[in-house]
């Protein structure tokens, strides 16, 4: 056996032999050593830090993974939690609610002032609506646009985290309702009479579409004025509230002032307009007080009166002009459509008859258009919000949803259209022709 390491071994022995007390106590030199090894030893101060640079590095880590993550709050209140803080699917039906219920009652609107109208003024008074209803819907895609441009960029801004901007926002668009109202009269009103004359409108019912559009020119600033504020109130994920004051507007105009113009004062065609401008002109006025009073996130000052135009107003401009250009090309065509409608009638005629229905299919259009609006206003919000926060994920999930929503209830309109044209016209009329042109007009529109 190799005796190489018996110096070493005996060293060690002689040590322990040296620290060792046979009284059972650590000598002094042992003591040392152990002082020295604690004062090695990392500190427990030192070992917190070490903690927490590990934990950070752990987040750090996380977030590089998900980008998402770095905007989303951990308990989201207000705004945040109704645009953001549920489910995709969630917060699109959620934030559809009031638009929803907004198109049902408008859609019934449209029934019950036909009623009103023809009651009172006999069966011109729907052939105005089928012989207006183009140049109305240039004003009400303005009105569509002031509204989008305001509730896509202040809930863009509240995904930023810089509601502050959204205040002087508003103003400025309760400034562009003047200066859009002043182009909506001077507009459509010089145009009103040769459209209609060129959809092949007698000179009579041009003159009585005429009558129709002065209360809604002049008072377009009114419309301009509720709509955005609507979009105020949609843009902060208020839905509910949203449709309260749609919902009050439709039933002022529907059940009082529109009975009280044409079927007690008589004062024609023009007061169903007439009813229309002054129902909203309500509810604004009643909506601008309430936001300048600060019941809402955005609380705009008197003195923002008196500040030059936002940048964040031109870009919600810019981006909500997309939304203008879509409604316009929506209707040439359909102004097309209406002139070669118009001349066939009148080729065969039977224009009066083929009017009528034309206003019945717009007014049953209003019901899946409606609908399918009610979703894309819920949409708006929520994709806004979650772009602004930089969650794709959400705009994506929040995008396909609002596709296969809008899809089904196209397919369901079509089916009842297809199978029960006449049953359903019978609301407006039970004339044999008007029920036989609708059988054969309503399914292929």
């Known amino acids: ?39 090695k030893a990392p500190k427990k101060d030192d070992e917190k830090c070490i903690e927490k640079v590990d934990s950070s590095l752990n987040i750090n880590e996380e977030k590089s993974e998900n980008t998402e993550s770095q905007i989303v ?11 953001g803080g549920k489910m995709p699917l969630i917060t699109l039906l959620a934030l559809s609610i009031g638009p929803i219920l907004s198109q049902i009652i408008s859609s019934l609107f449209g029934v019950f002032n036909s009623i009103w109208v023809t009651k009172s003024i006999g069966k011109q008074g729907l052939e105005v609506f089928g012989a207006v209803f183009i140049v109305d819907y240039f004003q009400i895609g303005f009105a569509q646009y002031l509204m989008i441009s305001v509730n896509i960029r202040i809930s863009y801004l509240y995904g930023k985290k810089l509601s502050e901007k959204c205040g002087q926002l508003y ?15 001077a507009l459509i009103l010089p145009i009103t009479k040769p459209i209609t004359k060129w959809l092949g409108a007698p000179t009579k019912l041009s003159e009585m579409c005429l009558q129709y559009m002065y209360p809604n020119a002049f008072g377009s600033f009114f419309t301009f004025l509720y709509m ?10 208020r839905s509910i509230a949203f449709g309260i004051a749609q919902v009050a507007s439709l039933i002022l105009n529907m059940f009082i002032l529109c009975p009280l113009f044409l079927l007690y ?181």
């Open 1 to 39: 056996m190799d005796n190489t390491h018996e110096p070493f071994v005996d060293n060690i022995e002689n040590k322990k032999k040296e620290n060792y007390d046979p009284n059972g106590k650590e000598t002094e030199d042992v003591e040392a050593n152990n002082e020295a090894i604690k004062q």
């Open 73 to 83: 709050d951990e308990d989201p209140k207000g705004e945040d939690l109704r645009l």
């Open 171 to 185: 103003v400025d668009f309760l400034r562009l309702a003047f200066i859009f109202g002043a182009l909506t009269a």
């Open 228 to 237: 955005s504020a609507c979009g105020l109130i949609q843009s902060e994920g």
């Open 265 to 445: 004062l008589k004062i024609g065609i023009w007061g169903a307009s007439l009813a229309t401008i002054l129902s909203q002109a309500i509810v604004a006025i009643v909506l601008v007080i309430l936001i300048f009073m600060g019941k809402f996130t955005v609380k705009p000052q008197l003195s923002m009166f008196f500040r030059r135009f936002s940048s964040e107003s031109w870009k919600s401009l810019k981006i909500g002009f997309a939304s203008l250009v879509s409604n316009f090309t929506v209707s040439l065509p359909e102004i097309l459509l209406q002139k070669f409608l118009n001349m066939a009638a009148t080729a065969v005629h039977e224009y009066d008859t083929v009017i009528k229905v034309w206003g019945v299919i717009e007014k049953l259009y209003q019901f899946v258009g409606g609908a399918n609006e009610a979703f894309s206003i819920g949409f708006l919000p929520a994709a806004s919000y979650a772009y602004g926060s930089c969650r794709s994920n959400r705009l994506l999930r929040l995008f396909m949803h609002t596709n296969w929503i809008t899809i089904l209830i196209s397919v369901i309109y079509s089916i009842f259209m297809i199978f029960f044209p006449r049953e359903i016209a019978s609301i407006w009329s039970k004339d044999k022709d008007f029920l036989d042109k609708c059988g054969s007009m309503i399914p292929k529109v």
